[in-house]
């Protein structure tokens, strides 16, 4: 009887934990569809919404690292200053991990379609945390 209760207990903690892990993934990926959306809407302050507001969020890109929300922002805006260069954005993602209930880790690629500027792309990782019970981007490298 007792390796029965503790079998089912086993089960149970199991079953609720893939059950949660199935429903952060599905959390993760709606703010990574949001953020295709609000890019292809030409929004950058929207797409930044999903996005870590603290002066710790870590954006690393080709030429270094950028700390900061706003800087970010800034970043963004100064190089894709226009709907033409912002392009039509694809996200591809390749793999989500889960390191604890409040941490997931995300490669993919990314293309923009650009007929007036050239097409570019590359690929990603993000570390997004559960903060206040919401999925945010806190660190971004992008190649």
């Known amino acids: 009887m007792r390796t029965l209760i503790i079998a089912v207990f086993c089960l ?15 959390e993760v990926l709606k703010v990574l569809a949001r953020q295709n959306e609000n890019w292809n809407k030409g929004d950058i302050k929207a797409f930044m919404e999903d996005y870590w507001k603290s002066d710790s969020l870590m954006f690393i890109g080709k030429n270094g690292v950028i700390y900061g929300w706003k800087a970010t922002l ?3 805006n100064k190089t894709y200053p226009d ?3 912002m392009g039509t954005l694809k996200f591809d993602i390749q793999k989500t991990d889960f390191h604890s209930p409040t941490t997931c880790w995300v490669l993919g690629k990314w293309h923009l379609t650009r007929p007036e500027k050239g097409d570019a792309g590359g690929f990603f990782t993000l570390i997004l945390k559960k903060i206040g019970g919401k999925w945010l981007i806190v660190s971004d490298h992008t190649s």
């Open 83 to 85: 709907l033409a260069t």
């Open 74 to 76: 800034e970043r963004y």
């Open 12 to 26: 149970s903690v199991f079953t609720q934990t893939f059950a949660q892990k199935a429903n952060d993934r599905q």
